[in-house]
């Protein structure tokens, strides 16, 4: 599976400038994503009021209250997976020369499985996380004056393929929320921001090993031609959420500090995006809030925090917890509307890097979105006016287990 092992340079996604403030080493500053995702689990929906086209600022803040503590997900069924049309296979882009091939090699890499785990109720893996493997944001490769859906999962362009590529291209983000269970309601929404800053990063971080140009535009990414040869990129490390078949929990021994100085160095600075990391269990450095004086037993209280008993998910046991929360009023008033889904895409896009930069220090970062989120921010601290956007809990992997690699053989190391 083609992942990152380093952070990008400059901001990730959203439209969110970089910030004033201290960074995630200091105090200020979707279950497992596509493993078993413990986004809420199903437990009542309010009414659905997205801040998309044509919705007001007032719109957006109310949707982020809702998404707020005391949201209810009610049980519901889940959609049956609606085919694609016939299509073509990406390996047709090469026809174009190098951009095409690189284009080829960007789509596969990053938005189509990875892997398949037999053991693992929620399949298949890419190369970034979806809450429940559902996997709500499709990818739709604009060229010469048309729209071609990619079909993931046969790898191929959803009608053909273009018959010129220039340059430049655009690849579209179309979200899906209908995917998830109807009991979700229009917290599906929250985790289709996630999902979309996770996949823009994902996307713009590979672009660039593969020798390509790449850039957050609107709802998606214009990618163009650079330095690329159309060859595979470098191996890297696989992204993972962790194992746990039988219930999750991290290595007891104690994490290198290397570990948490890779953590460290992937956070960025955003505006209106706050970050505190928890340290457990990691050689030479005291328990609690990475940065501040003297121990304290914070893992702990943030696994009180989780939705689900440890025998699921053993949060205590994690080595790293990062929490983001934002302030919404103030994204919607600078950025109008889209302020608040933003702020929810730039928490996707530093989950993203951070879970690649976990990977290559050889940890599991597992992003949660099924917590109690008043208590956890105030545990954090977090200005009155934030509201909680993330957590993620990483650790180095207590098991491996069996996996179907469904990378390309020409990827392989």
């Known amino acids: 599976m083609t992942t990152a092992d380093t952070p990008a340079e400059g901001p990730p996604t959203a439209d969110l400038p970089t910030a004033e403030g201290p960074t995630a080493a200091g105090a200020e500053g979707p279950t497992a994503a596509d493993e078993p995702t413990a986004a809420d689990e199903p437990t009542a929906a309010a009414p ?46 090469a026809r174009h020369g190098a951009f095409g091939a690189a284009l080829a090699h960007l789509l596969v890499d990053v938005a189509t499985p990875q892997r398949w785990e037999p053991w693992n109720p929620y399949n298949d893996h890419r190369a970034y996380p979806s809450a429940r493997s559902t996997f709500a ?8 004056g048309r729209s071609w859906p990619l079909d993931p999962v046969r790898r191929a362009l959803v009608g053909g393929v273009p018959e010129r590529l220039g340059t430049s291209v655009r690849l579209d983000l179309v979200r899906r929320p209908e995917r998830f269970s109807a009991g979700y309601g229009e917290f599906a929404d ?6 979309a800053g996770h996949l823009s990063a994902a996307l713009e971080d590979h672009a660039r090993r593969l020798g390509l140009r790449a850039g957050i535009n609107g709802d998606g990414l214009v990618v163009s031609s650079h330095r690329e040869t159309g060859r595979p990129a470098p191996h890297t490390s696989a992204r993972s959420s962790g194992y746990g078949p039988r219930g999750f929990s991290a290595d007891p021994r104690p994490l290198p500090a290397s570990a948490l100085h890779a953590v460290v160095a992937a ?42 008993p440890p025998s699921v998910l053993d949060v205590g046991s994690a080595n790293l917890a990062l929490v983001l929360t934002g302030d919404p009023a103030a994204a919607v008033a600078e950025a109008g509307p889209d302020g608040y889904r933003a702020l929810l895409r730039a928490a996707g896009a530093v989950a993203q ?3 690649e930069a976990a990977a290559g220090a050889g940890l599991f970062c597992r992003p949660l979105r099924s917590l109690h989120d008043e208590h956890l921010e105030a545990l954090a601290g977090a200005p009155a006016g934030h509201t909680l ?19 390309p053989l020409e990827a392989r190391p």
């Open 48 to 93: 659905a009021v997205a801040a998309g086209a044509g919705s007001t600022a007032a719109d957006a803040l109310a949707a982020a209250y809702r998404h707020g503590p005391g949201r209810l997900v009610t049980d519901g069924p889940t959609p049956e997976p609606r085919p694609f049309g016939p299509g073509v296979a990406l390996g047709e882009l």
């Open 137 to 144: 944001v499709d990818v739709a490769l604009v060229a010469d």
């Open 190 to 195: 929250v985790l289709v921001e996630l999902e």
């Open 267 to 308: 956070v960025p600075r955003l505006r209106h995006l706050r970050h505190r990391l928890a340290v457990h269990n990691v050689e030479g450095v005291p328990d609690g809030w990475h940065g501040d004086a003297g121990a304290s037993p914070v893992m702990a209280r943030i696994a009180d925090t989780f939705r689900h």
């Open 353 to 355: 890097r951070v879970g």
């Open 389 to 407: 956007l993330y957590l993620l809990v990483a650790g180095r992997p207590r098991a491996t287990g069996f996996t179907y690699d469904l990378t």
